[in-house]
């Protein structure tokens, strides 16, 4: 068990390209979450899928905001046409259906120029 | 809609002192209740959870938190800090029916001097 992981750890982009992150759960877990954390605030909910059905994305920030999972094992969090008010860490989490509380990774820092 | 309250934002202690750090919710259905502590740069590490049974919950490094139905609360309490809990702490919520989504405090930094 390695934990979440998330790749990259840090991403530059100019304002107007698209962007993608990855997310590797635990093996085992078959729900995965996305959340947004702006600076001094805590982390905001996205989207969740359980094994590869995206079960809730209604809480995507706006139609650039997109994410797949479709193997159910690894995931990607896609955002196109990149603002500045994109700018924030993108955190991706894990569980196992019934058990509270899940594992976060590390996180991928964004950051729109 | 739920909500949850952290209603300090900074917390400064000295080592070795006790520290409570304050958590109330709002939620017309039954919850589920975390508190997750990050340290710069890095991604959340789950502390501990109330999910059913005893409302007195330990957890991991020493702290303990208490779910309070009546009042809506669950501090976050650790009788001796350390430099090293130096951290920001998050209190989180989630509705049993919501697919575990949940919903984050804005946080509390809390900072531990010598």
């Known amino acids: 068990d390695t934990g979440v992981s998330q790749n990259p750890r840090h991403k530059i982009t100019k304002r107007g390209q698209n962007v993608t992150f990855r997310c590797d759960p635990i093996s085992e877990h078959n729900r995965l979450y996305w959340y947004r954390q702006t600076l001094g605030q805590g982390p905001e909910f996205l989207t969740y899928f359980q094994n590869e059905a995206q079960l809730e994305k209604s809480r995507l920030l706006s139609d650039r905001f997109s994410a797949e999972r479709p193997k159910g094992s690894f995931s990607t969090l896609e955002i196109q046409r990149t603002e500045q008010g994109d700018s924030a860490m993108y955190l991706c989490a894990s569980s196992l259906v019934g058990v509270g509380g899940y594992t976060f990774g590390s996180g991928t820092r964004l950051t729109v120029v | 809609a739920q909500s949850v309250t952290q209603l300090d934002s900074q917390v400064p202690v000295f080592e070795e002192a006790p520290v409570e750090l304050r958590c109330n919710y709002s939620s017309s259905v039954s919850v589920y209740l975390f508190w997750y502590v990050q340290y710069p740069n890095q991604g959340l590490q789950l502390l501990l959870k109330y999910l059913s049974g005893s409302t007195l919950v330990k957890g991991i490094n020493g702290f303990e938190a208490e779910f309070n139905k009546s009042q809506t609360s669950f501090h976050l309490r650790k009788p001796s800090v350390h430099i090293s809990d130096t951290a920001e702490y998050f209190c989180?919520?989630?509705?049993?029916?919501?697919?575990?989504?949940?919903?984050f405090g804005k946080g509390t930094s809390l900072l531990v001097t010598p």
């Open positions: 989180a919520v989630s509705e049993t029916n919501s697919g575990y989504a949940l919903n």
